[in-house]
């Protein structure tokens, strides 16, 4: 059965939900500057925050400037970084973008896309991270928790990570836009996970549109409160 896109008062409870749950979202990868956050997203492509944080809390206090990670080279980088999938590509990328940073940047991490995705290594979804993340800009960036909620709620049903990423940035309230991007994440993660989610214990259980969430202990009666809020 196909998804029913959420309504806009849905959405609005949606977010309200979220934010109640979590006040103050953010990113689990630990970093203190924005070029330092540019580096863990850039690591973090395909491994989890975990492995990304065990190896820059060892390299950051070594190396947390464009100048000094460039100045470990690519070995060097390695030998922090190599517990983390695709290190080898990871090392070179970043060792490029430490240079660019250096030569076209005067080692400051840009707040703009263009510049940020020239950086080797730098696609549109870290672009977007570090823009929302660093920089405090209203982007979304849909990793593959973000694409599997928007399609799974019917927040944003796309086809592609495009497609979702501008039908969140469509149908999302002003008033949540900033934090929406971490509160998605980590409902995902933690809550709607890929195989089995916890519709049992999901805070927005009654307005999530997917027609398997009962079979997943979603509750089958709405509160009175959300009666009276869809209508
Ligand atoms: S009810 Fe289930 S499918 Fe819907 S958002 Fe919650 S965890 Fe995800």
Redesign the pocket.
């Known amino acids: 059965m196909p998804v029913k896109n959420m309504t806009k008062k849905q959405i609005q409870v949606f977010f309200e939900r979220l934010r109640e749950q979590r006040p103050n979202p953010k990113t689990e990868l630990n970093y203190s500057s924005p070029f330092e956050l540019l580096v863990a997203v850039t690591l973090s492509a395909q491994a989890t925050d975990v492995s990304v944080n065990k190896a820059t809390d060892k390299l950051f206090p070594i190396a947390n400037t464009p100048e000094a990670i460039y100045a470990l080279g690519v070995d060097g980088l390695k030998q922090y970084i190599k517990t983390i999938g695709l290190y080898n590509a990871k090392a070179e990328n970043v060792i490029k973008a430490c240079k660019i940073l250096i030569d076209k940047h005067n080692s400051i991490v840009p707040n703009n896309r263009t510049d940020l995705e020239a950086l080797p290594g730098v696609g549109r979804k870290t672009a977007n991270v570090v823009l929302n993340t660093a920089f405090g800009q209203a982007t979304m960036a849909v990793d593959t928790h973000i694409f599997r909620?928007g399609n799974?709620?019917g927040l944003a049903v796309g086809k592609n990570v495009i497609e979702v990423e501008q039908r969140l940035l469509k149908v999302i309230p002003k008033e949540f836009m900033l934090d929406a991007h971490h509160w998605l994440i980590l409902?995902g993660r933690y809550?709607?996970?890929a195989r089995k989610?916890?519709?049992n214990e999901?805070?927005?259980?009654d307005v999530?549109?997917?027609p398997?969430?009962f079979e997943?202990g979603?509750a089958k009666s709405i509160p009175v409160k959300m009666l009276q809020d869809q209508n």
């Open positions: 909620l799974r709620t409902h809550c709607c996970i989610p916890k519709c999901c805070v927005v259980s999530c549109q997917w398997d969430r997943f979603a």
